[in-house]
């Protein structure tokens, strides 16, 4: 088993039920020290006169497990705890230590959790005046499946939506917060939204507008929004749920016949940019007024769909000359993050938006647009837009 980083143990020793290793692994930024706590009656190895070359490759091949739980990526936690057969990861050794004391069947799933999962447990005990391990169990049930809920939801959106568009090209959004446990009020939800329109554009995205046929509707478990404007667009939905998923969806502004282009037929570039900046920077003000903290992390992806036989063109003329040869065989295109938090967003956004770009675009006939193309549009045309055309 190899994660193909240096992995040193350094350490082993036995306390209070528990075998403790301590590992550092090699990283560029020097070394990275880390521990697992491996509970008596989890670890495999009881005959006394094993040696310690045998002892020492479990728990490197423990630490290979935990890092391609992660992909690869050198965990934020520092403690990893094997108990009842589960595996736990939390910055917090103590908090587990004490309040396993208080729970002996805290983990009853062969599951990972984290720090986060501990603190709504232990918030959410007190407002339920129930036990922690009830808790933790429920929270391990809702994480095990999260991810898979959170992709069927968001499966569902995009099937509602381009049943709903019918034959036009479009472009989606979507993201959510894989470690998040908090649940959201939808009047508090509401207020965000409102909050993190960005108007640089004549119809933003998320737009919350106030009559009667066009506001955002409540739903059991979010708010949602669905236009169907005469100009500019032939479609926009959005769905925020009360556990921070958003879902955008709009038609492609080249079949919106506002414009020379005919539907079906290209996909204009620089608008592309405009959208990529624009969602990005949504999604950052969109955690940021709900509160999110800045380690927490993000996960984001956007989807160009029925893109089979178009050209790339531009809005603005004078750059759809130098882009028409290119054209497009497959009927998708989709980037996503990988690991991110939302303050690596904040900080990285402009290469972001950049990374976005370029792998939409490569179904083009393997289009790489220019950097600074790409930034001049971001910064000299998107950012000092300030259009304020659409009425609320």
Not at 247 to 266: H, I
């Amino acid at each position: 088993m190899n994660s193909g980083r240096k992995i040193t143990v350094t350490n082993h020793t036995k306390k209070d039920g528990y075998v403790i290793f301590s590992l550092s692994i090699l990283d560029k930024g020097g070394n990275k020290s880390y521990k697992i706590y491996v509970s008596d009656d989890d670890y495999p190895i009881k005959d006394p006169n094993t040696t310690q070359e045998k002892i020492y490759k479990f728990a490197e091949d423990e630490m290979v497990l935990w890092l391609k739980d992660l992909d690869n990526n050198l965990p934020k936690d520092k403690y990893r705890i094997l108990v009842n057969k589960g595996k736990i990861s939390t910055n917090d050794i103590n908090s587990f230590l004490t309040v396993q004391e208080k729970s002996s069947d805290l983990v009853r799933t062969n599951v990972t959790i984290s720090a986060p999962l501990f603190e709504w447990a232990k918030d959410k005990a007190k407002k339920e005046d129930t036990s922690f391990s009830d808790l933790v169990s429920r929270g391990l049930l809702t994480l095990k499946n999260s991810d898979k809920e959170v992709l069927a939801w968001y499966k569902e959106q995009n099937a509602y939506f381009k049943k709903k568009l019918g034959n036009f090209g479009s472009f989606e959004v979507f993201h959510y917060l894989p470690d998040g446990y908090e649940e959201f009020t939808s009047d508090r939800l509401m207020e965000v939204l409102r909050q993190s329109e960005i108007r640089r554009t004549g119809w933003p995205i998320g737009a919350c507008l106030t009559g009667d046929d066009m506001r955002p509707r409540p739903q059991p478990d979010g708010i949602k929004a669905e236009y169907e404007p005469e100009d500019y667009l032939k479609l926009d939905y959005w769905y925020a749920k009360n556990k921070g998923e958003f879902y955008f969806a709009r038609n492609l502004e080249s079949d919106s016949g506002n414009g020379p282009a005919k539907p079906n037929t290209v996909l204009y570039f620089d608008t592309l940019i405009w959208r990529v900046s624009e969602s990005l920077e949504h999604c950052i003000k969109f955690y940021t007024e709900l509160g999110i903290d800045e380690k927490e992390r993000i996960k984001v992806k956007m989807t160009l769909d029925g893109l089979n036989g178009r050209s790339l063109s531009a809005w603005n003329p004078g750059r759809a000359f130098s882009l028409r040869h290119y054209t497009c065989g497959s009927d998708k295109s989709t980037w996503e993050t990988t690991d991110t938090s939302l303050k690596g967003l904040q900080d990285n956004l402009d290469e972001t938006i950049y990374d976005a770009a370029k792998k939409l675009l490569v179904m083009f006939d393997f289009f790489v647009p220019n950097k600074d193309v790409v930034s001049d549009i971001v910064h000299r045309e998107y950012r000092k837009s300030s259009l304020k055309t659409y009425e609320t």
